[in-house]
Nanobody
Framework: QVQLLESGGGLVQAGASLRLSCAAS????????MGWFRQAPGKEREFVAQ????????YYADSVKGRFTISRDHAKNTLYLLMNGLKPEDTAVYSC????????????????????WGQGTQVTVSS
């Protein structure tokens, strides 16, 4: 059984930093694409960042480029999202996801393309 468990969310002021973690278990993720998504109240879930577990290739939404960094620790089987310069508009529930893609080296921005999901962690940024 694949399990993704997020942690690290919280309430911070604008300009602060947070690092989210996603502990992954239940299978080898070496051939997976990992993603971070977020969903704000009243809005649809949106793509934040993507990482090819084995190759370390990353992609980011335009809204977070230069501020967020996605990474992973092979030994700990953990995915991270380092969020710097947080803004109130970053407030959302952040979820990690994983899938085995048909192809590699492409961006997977559609949530429907991911097979496995965590429950999410709340990030609230005050002004």
């Amino acid at each position: 059984q694949v399990q993704l468990l997020e942690s690290g969310g919280g309430l911070v002021q604008a300009g602060a930093s947070l690092r989210l973690s996603c502990a992954a278990s239940g299978r080898s993720f070496s051939n997976c694409i990992m993603g971070w998504f977020r969903q704000a109240p009243g809005k649809e879930r949106e793509f934040v960042a993507q990482l090819n577990w084995s190759g370390g290739i990353t992609y980011y939404a335009d809204s977070v480029k230069g501020r967020f960094t996605i990474s992973r620790d092979h030994a700990k089987n953990t995915l991270y999202l380092l969020m710097n310069g947080l803004k109130p508009e970053d407030t959302a529930v952040y979820s990690c996801a994983a899938t085995t893609p048909r192809m590699y080296g492409i961006m997977l921005k559609n949530p429907g393309e991911y097979a496995y999901w965590g429950q999410g962690t709340q990030v609230t940024v005050s002004s």
